[in-house]
């Protein structure tokens, strides 16, 4: 018996430029020598904004995209040297919905498995309909399906040769609440029978309520790579927003230690005039800001507090990287 693989996917220094020399574009770095490792059994979360590189990776894992330097294997299997393995090992769910609208999900499923060379016998068309919740659709044209259900037909569609991999490329984006919690669901139970995932996101919420590991990319270099917990804990920063009475005509020196900003009530979401306190969660100086505003002699009438959000990691880490 052969022994399983340490890591699902293992990239080093890949890259990407598409144009370039043969078209009339500029070229554009897409990858910048990315180096990746999913272990086996994650369900491994690829965590950027729009244009950070993930569509581009995914897509070389997927043999859609060629890579212009560096190296990939998937599964153990050298991409340039076990092609025809490395394919084997990988089911992906594009960004983009991908069947013939006029054949049943049965028909989609037994062409997809036809395609891989699966044998009729080793089909597992129903059984893979029921796992997604399509057994009803079988016999449904595709284009009747909802657009969850098309969504959730394309995950069935990637499974067909039963990969130990499954890549989802932002699952759940326009997809709505209900449907994101039950395609979540199927991408849990997935991963509890053993399957490799990653999947793309740029909901930093996604990320941390279904993925172990989380790589964060951006701007074709992976700015952070770890497991859950160890990068929760360096999104550090948080943010207080106090209410207040009557706009203050000078802010003590106690207070401007916090360097807070302050919106007059014209401005503000509130009608109020707002200070807000930037500061790490770490340190939690919410007790000293209150005391001072307290000591400034400003009336509270509402305190809010915010979470960063990925605008503000991509900041932090982006700095961080750069100095
Ligand atoms: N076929 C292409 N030709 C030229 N540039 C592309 C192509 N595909 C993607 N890009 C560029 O590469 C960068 C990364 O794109 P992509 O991988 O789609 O990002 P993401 O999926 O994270 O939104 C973007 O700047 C995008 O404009
Ligand atoms: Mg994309």
Not at 309 to 317: A, K, R, V, Y
Request: some cysteine; aromatic content about 4%; hydrophobic content about 40%.
């Amino acid at each position: 018996m052969t022994s399983l693989p340490d890591l699902a996917i293992n990239a080093q220094a890949l890259t990407k430029v598409y144009g370039g020399s043969q078209s009339d574009q500029a070229p554009k770095l897409a990858l910048d020598a990315v180096d990746l490792q999913v272990p086996r059994g994650s369900l491994f979360g690829l965590l950027g904004p729009n244009g950070a590189g993930k569509s581009t990776l995914i897509n070389i894992m997927a043999d859609l995209v060629n890579k212009t330097s560096g190296s990939l294997s998937i599964w153990d299997y050298d991409i340039d040297k076990r092609p025809r393995q490395s394919r084997a090992s990988i089911g992906v769910v594009p960004q983009e919905l991908t069947f013939d609208p006029y054949f049943s999900p049965r028909q989609v499923l037994e062409l997809q498995a036809g395609m891989y060379g699966v044998p009729p016998k080793e089909r597992r068309t129903m059984e893979l309909l029921e796992t997604v919740g399509l057994f009803d659709k079988a016999d449904a044209y595709a284009r009747s399906l909802s657009g969850g259900m098309k969504r959730r037909l394309m995950v069935a569609k990637a499974m067909v040769h039963t990969p130990p991999i499954l890549i989802l490329d932002e699952p759940t984006a326009g997809v709505d609440v209900e449907l994101r919690r039950m395609l979540w669901d199927h991408v849990l139970e997935l991963n509890e029978l053993g399957v490799t995932i990653v999947l793309t996101t740029h909901y930093l919420e996604e990320a941390e309520e279904l993925c172990d590991r989380i790589a964060i990319i951006n701007r074709g270099n992976i700015v952070a790579c770890e497991d859950k917990p160890q990068l929760l804990n360096r999104i550090d920063s948080k943010k207080i927003v106090i209410s207040l009475k009557q706009v203050p005509e000078k802010l003590p020196q106690q207070l401007l230690d916090f360097s807070p900003e302050l919106t007059d009530a014209k401005t503000s979401s509130s009608g109020l005039a707002q200070l807000a306190f930037s500061y790490r969660r770490s340190e939690s100086p919410i007790s000293a800001i209150l005391a001072a505003v307290a000591a400034a002699g400003l009336e509270i009438r509402d305190i809010s507090t915010e979470e960063s959000d990925l605008e503000d990691i991509f900041l932090q880490l982006t700095s961080s990287k750069s100095t």
